[in-house]
């Protein structure tokens, strides 16, 4: 399988790998698995984020910021390169990119009252727009729709890097060993890896349902966790969301050679 066009991201396999829970917002918990991350990290560790870096928390753009400042610190680190750290397309991010192309869904109030349910408000608001305008906008028709998704995109390339990251979010990535496959929520046991589309987001209970390894991968391993169960581990799979923006803790998994969990961090 080929990673370059972009979509998976291809890990080393054989070594140490930091696996970061949904984030959904809180910046101040991130920052302190980082300060745990990286009083550990050693040469040759990679870190894979697993995706919903906004959504829910109030601190989105701090968010941001920190990843991008961690990411710098790394890659300033002796043997560390651009590759060693990967971040996953969240549901979250997944509904901010649909929500720049509001102007072409053909029914914009509905999906955006679907993806305000779904707790994108905070990340509207966090780059300096509100859903009442955006309601009012998809009320006025087209035009005035995509002048406010216009908008909503010159203020995410107003600060420093976010566009960038939001444009780089893989939809997985794998172990080249074949050890570990690393997705945001789930996946489609019936379905190939290049097939999956949306149940990267939402197929939850597909990824209940692995009783054996998929598509040659030892683990499947999700960073979200409608249910917040923390961290939860099956011969197949593991999934480790605590709940962070949702009154629980930040997780970390490290994973060793062949997927064995070598420890966890919490902040």
Not at 242 to 261: K, Q, R, Y
């Amino acid at each position: 399988m080929s990673s370059e066009q972009g979509i998976f991201a291809a890990l080393r396999g054989g070594g140490r790998i930091w696996a970061v829970a949904a984030i959904h917002g809180d910046a101040g918990r991130l920052a302190e698995l980082h300060r745990q991350i990286g009083s550990d990290f050693r040469p040759g560790d990679q870190v894979v984020y697993l995706g919903n870096y906004s959504g829910h928390g109030r601190a989105v753009r701090e968010c941001i910021d920190e990843l991008l400042l961690f990411r710098r610190y790394l890659l300033a680190q002796p043997g560390v390169d651009c590759g060693d750290v990967v971040f996953l397309r969240g549901a979250q991010e997944e509904m901010w990119q649909k929500l720049l192309q509001l102007q072409f869904a053909p029914n914009p109030v509905q999906v955006l009252q679907w993806m305000v349910g779904q707790g994108i408000e905070p990340t509207i608001q966090a780059y300096g727009a509100s859903v009442d305008e955006a309601l009012l906008a998809a009320r006025d028709g087209t035009l005035s729709l995509t002048r406010w998704t216009g908008q909503l995109r010159q203020n995410l390339r107003s600060y420093d890097g976010h566009n960038a990251l939001m444009s780089t979010l893989r939809h997985a990535a794998y172990t080249e060993d074949s050890s570990l496959l690393f997705v945001h929520a789930g996946i489609d046991p019936a379905r190939p890896l290049s097939a999956q589309s949306d149940s990267f987001w939402w197929g939850g209970a597909g990824f209940g349902a692995l009783s054996e390894p998929y598509a040659g991968y030892q683990r499947v391993v999700r960073g979200f966790d409608r249910r917040h169960s923390g961290l939860q581990e099956t011969p197949h799979t593991v999934s480790l969301d605590a709940g962070c923006g949702f009154g629980g803790e930040l997780m970390a998994v490290l994973f060793g050679p062949a997927g064995t969990i070598l420890g966890t961090a919490t902040a």
